[in-house]
Nanobody, 126 residues
Framework: QVQLVESGGGLVQAGGSLRLSCAASGGTFNNNAMGWFRQAPGKEREFVAAISGSGLSTNYANSVKGRFTISRDNAKNTVYLQMNSLKFEDAAVYYC???????????????????WGQGTQVTVSS
């Protein structure tokens, strides 16, 4: 029922910035906690950031604190991930996820999210 489509990935130099977008359709977007995860080749899918249904509460992985910002525009049914000061270790496929059963941003496990986008590739050069 809930469909998520990520966009905004691409190639960026280390130290640069990208903004990822996740457009949601179906379900009740305003009530869904949303999260961003990433997965690099040979590695487990890892938590990046999450945001509550209202957008008032956010949660970040320690590795991205101070560099990434998650936000949402419920009027546009869209969640964003602003990524600044990108590092080589940030290169991965980034996935948007929705938790249809929770309003909270506290969930960090991939298995705690019900719906996933197709992913968008972020490549960091140098």
């Amino acid at each position: 029922q809930v469909q998520l489509v990520e966009s905004g990935g691409g190639l960026v130099q280390a130290g640069g910035s990208l903004r990822l977008s996740c457009a949601a359709s179906g379900g009740t977007f305003n009530n869904n906690a949303m999260g961003w995860f990433r997965q690099a080749p040979g590695k487990e899918r890892e938590f990046v950031a999450a945001i509550s249904g209202s957008g008032l509460s956010t949660n970040y992985a320690n590795s991205v604190k101070g560099r990434f910002t998650i936000s949402r525009d419920n009027a546009k049914n869209t969640v964003y991930l602003q990524m600044n000061s990108l590092k080589f270790e940030d290169a991965a496929v980034y996935y948007c996820a929705a938790n249809s059963a929770s309003y909270s941003s506290r969930w960090t496990g991939p298995d705690e999210y019900d719906y996933w986008g197709q992913g968008t590739q972020v490549t960091v050069s140098s």
